[in-house]
C-alpha cells in the first residue's frame, strides 16, 4: 500500500527503490508553468531543503489509466542520466481522496495526482533569449549549442529521439548548464524499426520538411533539423522559420533550402504528401547568401547551418558530426559554462507577473507622462522607441570580424548584458489583444506536451530586425520581415500547431 | 527496446535466486510456502499468456507482462497485490510500455469470457491497480529480453533455420514460466536455450560456444534450471494450483 507506506518511508534518507513518496514531502512554493498536461510547480524538498520542480501527470482519461505519453516519457527519462538532458529524481503520489465504504482505503490511486519530481533549472533557452536587453555572445551561443549536440548526441546514441526540440524545451540552469527537458513526445527507436511513426510531432517552426511531407519512417535527422534552427535562431535573435500552418512551414523551408527534387533529395518525388505541396517553381537554396549577409554568421557558423538545414535527412549533419565541426574548435572558442553570467529566474509564470506589473507602471508613467512629458520621456530608454533607434542597445560583443580577441570567460563583458538594462518599452510586447495569448500558455519545458498549442511568446524583439545585427553597426533588418510594426501580428502571437496537436495520441502507435 | 543492457536498472535490479524466494511475510501467515508462491505465480504466468492469446498481442507484451507480475512480487505480498487482478494489471501495463495498446474494456472482456464464473473485475479496479502496480515497480518499465540475443546468436551460429528458430523460442517462452528474468542477463538466458535446443537436436555447437567467451558453466546452470522445472512441470496439478490458491483466502 503506497500510501500507507508513504508516511513510513518519508523518514528515510533516500527515496527508496520500491513504492514511491507522497508529493506531501514537498512544499509547493510557486506555479512555474501551465500546460495542457498539467501544472508545473517549483517546489522544496522539505527535509532537504533541496528545489525542485513538480510536474503533475494529469490523469484525465477516467477509461484508459495512467496516460501511455507519461509512461513513454517516464520510461525514457528512467534510462537517460547524462549531464545535459534533464534528470528526473523520482515520482511521487499525492494520496486518493477517498475510502470506500467501508473505510478502506480507495484502491483506485489514479484519482489522486502524480508527479514527477525535476532537478529544478532557472531558465528556459527561449526565456533567456526573450530577456529584455540581454544578449547571447558568441562564445555563450557555442557553449549553449556543444551542451545542446552533446545531449542529443546522448539521446541518439540511446536510440531515442526527442521530437520536440526547440527553444523552450532547452532549460537552463545558473551554472550555465544545458539540458533538453520534455521527453513526452520522445520515442525510442531502431534502425530495423518496421513500423510506422507519426509525422505530427515537433513544434511547426522546428519542424523539418520530411516530417512535413508526410514521412513515417524517420531517425535522428529529425532533431538535427531542429537543432539547426535553433542555431541560426540563435544568431539571427528570432525565429528563422514562423511558418503559420503546415503549407507556409514548408514554403519558408524551400524559400530557404531550395526546393527539392531527385538530385538533392533522392525519393522525396515519392513522399506522401510531395504533390500536394511541390513548389511550382524551383527555388534556389540560399542559406549561406541569406544568413551570410550578417556578420554574426561567420565562415564556420554557416558552413555549420549549411550541413544541418539539408533538406535531405540521410544527408543532414548527425549531433556526433555537428560536435566536431570546426565552429566548435575556432576562436572565439566555446565558453565554459560555469563563466556565464548569472540571471534572475525566467519562467513564464514568474516573468509574466513582472510583465503585468511592468505594464502597469508604464500604464502609469504614460498618464504621468500626459501631464508632465519631458520630464517622462527622457526616462525611457530608446529601445522602446518603435525599433528604429538601436543605439542604447547593447551590441554584439563578440562580433565576428572585428578581430577582437576570443571572449575572456567571465571577463569585464559579461557585465555589459548581465542585466536587463531597464524596463522594457510597451513596444517589446503585442498589443493588449494578444498580450493573453501570448502569455498565458507556458513555453517552460517541464510543461510537457499541451505547451505547444500555443507558442506563448509575443513578437520577441522591439526592432523588426534580428537583436544583435540590426544594431547601429549594421542597419537594416534582414528582408524577409517588416521593420517594426510588427508585434503581434507576424510575431511569436501565432499558434504554429494549428489544431493538428490533439491527433497525434489518437493514432500513433 | 533499444540500449544497452549493462547500463540498465535491470541489470542493476538483478537478484539472487534466494532474494526471489522470499515469501512475503503476510502471504507467510497464510500458510503460504515458497512451492506455493512459485506455483501461483506459474499459474498467473499462464494466465497472462492465455488472456494475451483472446486479444492477441505480441511475445513481447506477454514477457514485460510477466516480468511485471514477477518483480512485484519480489516485495509486495499477494494479500494486498490481488494475483488474478495483478495479472491483468501487468498485461495491460505492459501493452502501453511496449507500444501495443490494448484497451484496458477489451481485458475485462475477455477476462470476462475466459473466467465467467470465477472473474469478479471491473475497470476502475484495473486502473488501479495499475497505479499500484507502477509505484510497485518503482516506474522501471523498460524491460530486456532473450527474444533479441536469440535471434542474433542464432543467425552468429549458423542455426537460424525456421525449425531451431522456433525450438529455442519455445523454449525462452517457456523460461517466463519462471523467474529467470529476475535473476539473470536476458542474454545469458537465451544461450541456456539455444543450448538445450542443440542438445535436443544434436547439433553440435561447442566450438561457437567457446569462442563466445563466456562462462559456460553460468549458461549450463540455467540450461539444468530449465530442464529441472520441465521435469517438475508434469508433477503440477489442478489441485495443487488451486489448494494454494485457497491458502491465500483463508484468513490467519
Known amino acids: ?509 | 527496446m533499444a540500449a544497452n543492457f549493462w547500463e540498465s536498472s535491470q541489470y542493476k535490479q538483478l537478484l539472487d535466486q534466494e532474494e526471489v524466494d522470499v515469501v512475503q511475510p503476510l502471504d507467510k501467515e497464510r500458510g503460504i510456502s515458497v512451492e506455493d508462491f512459485k506455483l501461483i505465480k506459474f499459474h498467473m504466468s499462464n494466465h497472462i499468456m492465455k488472456l494475451a492469446q483472446h486479444i492477441k498481442v505480441r511475445q513481447r507484451v506477454v514477457a514485460t507482462a510477466i516480468t511485471y507480475m514477477r518483480r512485484v512480487y519480489t516485495k509486495k505480498s499477494m494479500v494486498e497485490f490481488e494475483p488474478r487482478l495483478v495479472a491483468i494489471a501487468c498485461l495491460y501495463l505492459a501493452s502501453k510500455a511496449e507500444e501495443s495498446i490494448v484497451q484496458a474494456r477489451n481485458l475485462v472482456f475477455y477476462s470476462k469470457r475466459l473466467y465467467p464464473d470465477d472473474y469478479k473485475y471491473e475497470l476502475k479496479d484495473i486502473l488501479g491497480m495499475e497505479m499500484r502496480v507502477l509505484e510497485a515497480l518503482d516506474y522501471y518499465l523498460v524491460v530486456f529480453h532473450p527474444y533479441r540475443s536469440l535471434s542474433d546468436f542464432l543467425q552468429d551460429a549458423a542455426l537460424n533455420d525456421v525449425n531451431m528458430n522456433q525450438f529455442t523460442w519455445g523454449i525462452v517462452n517457456d523460461t517466463y514460466k519462471m523467474d529467470l528474468i529476475l535473476v539473470h542477463p536476458p542474454y545469458r538466458i537465451a544461450l541456456a536455450c539455444i543450448y538445450i535446443a542443440s542438445v535436443q537436436r544434436e547439433k553440435d555447437i561447442t566450438a561457437w560456444l567457446q569462442d563466445l567467451n563466456e562462462d559456460m558453466n553460468l549458461v549450463k546452470n540455467i540450461a539444468m534450471e530449465i530442464l529441472d522445472f520441465y521435469e517438475n512441470y508434469r508433477t503440477i496439478t489442478d489441485e495443487k494450483v488451486s489448494s494454494a490458491f485457497s491458502k491465500l483466502a483463508l484468513k490467519p
Open chain 1, 1 to 509: 500500500m503506497a500510501v500507507a507506506d508513504a508516511g513510513k518511508l518519508n523518514i528515510e534518507e533516500h527515496p527508496p527503490l520500491w513504492g514511491s513518496r507522497s508529493v506531501d514531502c514537498f512544499e509547493k512554493l510557486e506555479q512555474i508553468g501551465e500546460g495542457t498536461y498539467g501544472q508545473v510547480y517549483m517546489a522544496k524538498d522539505i527535509k532537504t531543503g533541496e528545489i525542485v520542480a513538480l510536474k503533475k501527470i494529469r490523469m484525465d482519461n477516467e477509461k484508459e489509466g495512467f496516460p501511455i505519453t507519461a509512461i513513454r516519457e517516464i520510461k525514457i527519462l528512467k534510462k537517460l542520466h547524462h549531464e545535459n538532458v534533464v534528470e528526473l529524481k523520482e515520482i511521487v503520489t499525492s494520496p486518493g481522496r477517498d475510502t470506500d465504504d467501508q473505510g478502506k482505503p480507495d484502491n483506485n490511486k489514479y484519482k489522486g495526482g502524480i508527479y514527477m519530481v525535476f532537478e529544478y533549472m532557472d531558465h528556459d533557452l527561449t526565456g533567456l533569449a526573450d530577456r529584455p536587453g540581454l544578449r547571447f555572445t558568441i562564445p555563450q551561443i557555442k557553449c549553449y549549442m556543444r551542451q545542446l549536440l552533446t545531449g542529443l548526441h546522448y539521446c541518439h546514441a540511446h536510440q531515442i529521439l526527442h521530437r520536440d526540440i526547440k527553444g523552450s524545451n532547452l532549460l537552463i540552469d545558473n551554472e550555465g548548464q544545458l539540458k533538453l527537458a520534455d521527453f513526452g513526445l520522445a520515442r525510442m527507436y531502431s534502425q530495423d524499426h518496421s513500423g510506422n511513426l507519426t509525422n505530427r510531432v515537433i513544434t511547426l517552426w522546428y519542424r523539418p520538411p520530411e516530417l512535413l511531407l508526410g514521412a513515417t519512417k524517420y531517425g535522428p535527422a529529425i532533431d538535427m533539423w531542429s537543432v539547426g534552427c535553433i542555431f541560426a535562431e540563435l544568431l539571427y535573435a528570432k525565429p528563422i522559420l514562423p511558418g503559420k500552418n503546415e503549407n507556409e512551414q514548408l514554403s519558408k523551408i524551400f524559400e530557404l533550402c531550395g526546393s527539392p527534387d531527385e538530385n538533392n533529395w533522392p525519393g522525396v518525388t515519392k513522399m506522401p504528401w510531395f504533390n500536394n505541396f511541390k513548389p511550382s517553381r524551383p527555388l534556389k537554396r540560399r542559406v549561406r547568401e541569406f544568413f551570410g549577409q550578417y556578420q554574426v554568421f561567420d565562415r564556420h557558423a554557416l558552413e555549420l547551418l549549411d550541413k544541418m538545414l539539408v533538406l535531405d535527412p540521410s544527408q543532414r549533419i548527425t549531433a556526433k558530426d555537428a560536435l566536431d565541426a570546426e565552429y566548435f574548435w575556432t576562436d572565439p572558442l566555446p565558453c565554459d559554462p560555469k563563466s556565464l553570467p548569472t540571471y534572475e529566474a525566467s519562467h513564464e509564470f514568474q516573468t509574466k507577473k513582472k510583465r503585468q506589473e511592468q505594464r502597469q507602471r508604464e500604464e502609469a508613467a504614460k498618464r504621468q507622462k500626459l501631464q508632465h512629458p519631458h520630464q517622462q520621456h527622457s526616462r525611457l530608454p530608446p529601445l522602446q522607441h518603435g525599433g528604429q533607434s538601436h543605439a542604447a542597445a547593447p551590441h554584439w560583443p563578440a562580433h565576428p570580424t572585428n578581430n577582437a580577441p576570443p571572449q575572456v570567460p567571465a571577463g569585464p563583458s559579461h557585465h555589459y548584458y548581465g542585466k536587463p538594462r531597464g524596463p522594457p518599452g510597451p513596444n517589446r510586447y503585442p498589443p493588449s489583444g494578444n498580450q493573453s495569448r501570448g502569455y498565458n500558455q507556458s513555453r517552460g519545458g517541464y510543461s510537457s506536451s499541451g505547451s505547444y498549442h500555443q507558442q506563448g511568446r509575443g513578437a520577441p524583439y522591439a526592432g523588426g530586425g534580428p537583436r544583435g545585427p540590426s544594431g547601429g553597426a549594421y542597419g537594416v533588418g534582414p528582408p524577409n520581415y517588416t521593420q517594426g510594426g510588427q508585434h503581434g501580428g507576424s510575431g511569436r502571437g501565432q499558434n504554429p500547431m494549428g489544431g493538428s496537436r490533439n491527433q497525434q495520441y489518437g493514432w500513433q502507435q
